[in-house]
């Protein structure tokens, strides 16, 4: 049983490759976030580090920002 890693669907994603809705699947390997595809196997992996990086500057953006 390889039940470990938890999949779950995007809501309203549409799938870069073959422009399906609702088909692309979100799970954590490696502690690595992973889409997938279920119509036509399309599969990317985003790096931790990325993902921090964007939000570090959104944070910038919002810091930066004074009324
Ligand atoms: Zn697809």
Known sequence: M????KKRFIAGAVC???KAQDSIMLFFQDNIE??????????????????K????EQEQVIGVFKP
């Open 53 to 56: 990086k964007a939000s570090r």
């Open 34 to 51: 992973q889409l997938e595809c279920v119509q036509c196997g399309y599969h990317e992996s985003q790096p931790q580090e990325q993902v």
């Open 2 to 5: 390889s039940n470990r890693i």
């Open 16 to 18: 870069p490759k073959c």
